[in-house]
Structure formats: C-alpha cells, structure tokens
C-alpha cells in the first residue's frame, strides 16, 4: 500500500462494502467516505433501524419491474459518476487538504469504470458474496420478520438480493 492516496471497494449492496471499508480505513489512518453521502439513490426502499423511507418513494420502487429498477440504479450510478472521478483524482493529488488517504466505498464505484481511472496512487477492490450471504444480509437490516408485507416484497424483489448478476457486470 506503499504510496496508494486512495483505495476503492465496490461491490453490489449489502455485499459488506461499509464494514470492510470502516475497518480497512481505521487500520491504514484514511478518511472514509461512501458514494451514498455524494447522491442517495434509494435502493433500499424499505425501513431500516437508521432511517424511513417516504411512501410515496416505497410505492414508487413497488410499482417498478425488476429490470427498470436496476436500469434506474444503473443511470444514476452513471451520473455519480464524474463526481467520484473529481473526487478520487483531487485525493490521489494530495488537494483538498488531505493529509490522509481517502477510502471511498460504495455500489457506484463500477469496476469498469474504475478499471478505465488513469489515476495514479489508486488501488480498489470489488467485493462479492453468494447470493444467500446478500439474502440473509439485506433481511437482517431490514428487520424482515418485523416488517410489513409490502416492505417484505421490496426486499425480496431488490436487485441486491434477486440480481446479483446483472448489477455486478
């Protein structure tokens, strides 16, 4: 890790990209950040022990087949995009102050995109699970058994848990 500025994890959501990139972070003193404090997507759109999901955004995502949902997850990653690349280019560079390394963690970061960085002093990861990991991980955090039948169906529609594939290419 000699001379890297920034590191990257992707991976599709509730891979455990934010618990591995916490603890990478505090281990090599980096700041952390994830692509989800640029632009919020809502992915997730259920309740969790941390925040509500509006209904009218719950309904919404209800509505949505399968495949336009991950198109919309998809475009907004897109625009996220030149963003991130700002953000990692002015970083790896020493600007914005930085007197640490910076670890930005988030399902935005898509490995072709990030494969295409020219960037130097930049090293990234892509995380995976099998599909029951991701399964077991998105109910959990949605309190699934508590959760209401609507809520129920989000979580057992998301592409986090029933696309893995197509998210991940």
């Known amino acids: 890790m000699r001379g890297v500025r920034v590191v990257l994890i992707g991976g599709t959501s509730n891979v455990g990209k934010s618990t591995v990139a916490q603890v990478v972070a505090e281990r ?5 950040r994830s692509t989800d404090q640029l632009a919020r997507h809502p992915g997730r759109p259920w309740r969790t022990v941390e925040r509500a999901v509006p209904e009218h955004v719950a309904e919404h995502y ?20 030149p963003r991130i690349e700002e953000l990692v280019t002015a970083h790896a560079a020493g600007a914005e102050g930085a007197a640490t390394g910076l670890l930005l963690e988030g399902s935005a970061l898509r490995p072709g995109r990030v494969a295409g960085l020219t960037v130097p002093r930049v090293a990234a990861a892509w995380l995976t699970a099998e599909p029951s990991v991701v399964r077991a991980r998105v109910r959990t955090a949605g309190r699934h058994a508590a959760a209401t039948s609507a809520e ?18």
């Open 62 to 81: 209800a509505s949505l087949p399968v495949d336009e949902l991950i198109t919309s997850v998809l475009d907004h990653y897109a625009r996220l995009w």
């Open 28 to 32: 090599l003193g980096f700041a952390y």
């Open 152 to 169: 129920r169906h989000l979580m057992d529609m998301s592409p986090s848990r029933g696309c893995l594939t197509t998210l991940s290419t």
